[in-house]
């Protein structure tokens, strides 16, 4: 069983930083090294959208507009985890923030992690 349980997420007020967290457990242990990761947030009312991805190889990343410079992605392979720095945050960008573990053949996702901005 593949397990990808996000943390982090909290209310904040306008400006201030989270960073989340998403660790890996069960049969994606011994191969998370091989898959892309990214982080998705789905708004109430919106679709779901990526915020940021990091590929498993170069450790290339990629981010949504509306967060460069704001976020940042990074990964720990010996810890199985992905994490989200996110600072100078926004109240758009209240949201459920989601992980996702991915290749051409499957993809896991992860339950979710509440993050509210307000003033």
């Known amino acids: 069983q593949v397990q990808l349980v996000e943390s982090g997420g909290s209310s904040v007020q306008t400006g201030g930083s989270l960073r989340l967290s998403c660790a890996a457990s069960g049969s994606l242990l011994s191969v998370f090294r091989f898959y892309n990761m990214g982080w998705y947030r789905q708004a109430p009312g919106k679709q779901r959208e990526l915020v940021a991805t990091l590929t498993s190889g170069s450790g290339a990343a990629n981010y949504a507009d509306s967060v460069k410079g704001r976020f940042t992605i990074s990964r720990d392979n010996i810890k199985k985890s992905v994490y989200l720095q996110m600072n100078s945050l926004k109240a758009e960008d209240t949201a459920v923030y989601y992980c996702?573990?991915?290749?051409?053949?499957?993809?896991?996702w992860g339950q979710g992690t509440q993050v509210t901005v307000s003033s």
């Open positions: 996702r573990a991915f290749l051409p053949s499957n993809e896991y």
